[in-house]
């Protein structure tokens, strides 16, 4: 079955930078678009960005426009999120998703109910 692994979570002080990575194993990669979502205590899971199959088309939640940035490197099969300039709003659960169809589509998928497979999780506390 399809495997998704984040990794690069932590602690930092308001102000710094993570740089997360999800390694897709199981599944086709280079023909599919991927999602990064988040779910902070109390809320509802939440949108933050997503990449086409090439990279060459990116999208963002509006308020995280210029400070977070999607990439991938599909030759390693590993799609990236770093996050600068982070605010203690921002500590949260990050999730990594994949759609159910690959076929080199550019459709932007903002949606949690429009992807399939999710990885476990990876957790980013941002302390004032």
């Known amino acids: 079955q399809a495997q998704l692994v984040e990794s690069g979570g932590g602690s930092v002080q308001a102000g710094g930078s993570l740089r997360l990575s999800c390694a897709a194993s199981?599944?086709?990669?280079?023909?599919?678009?991927m999602g990064w979502f988040r779910q902070a205590p109390g809320k509802e899971r939440e949108f933050v960005a997503t990449?086409?199959?090439?990279?060459?088309?990116?999208y963002y939640a509006n308020s995280l426009k210029g400070r977070f940035t999607i990439s991938r490197d599909n030759g390693k099969n590993t799609v990236y999120l770093q996050m600068n300039s982070l605010n203690p709003e921002d500590t949260a659960v990050y999730y990594c998703?994949?759609?159910?169809?690959?076929?080199?589509?550019?459709?932007?998928?903002?949606?949690?109910?429009?992807?399939?497979?999710w990885g476990q999780g990876t957790q980013v506390t941002v302390s004032s």
């Open positions: 199981r599944l086709t990669f280079s023909n599919r678009a």
């Open positions: 990449i086409d199959w090439s990279g060459a088309i990116t």
């Open positions: 998703a994949a759609p159910k169809d690959g076929g080199y589509d550019s459709r932007i998928r903002r949606a949690d109910t429009e992807y399939e497979y």
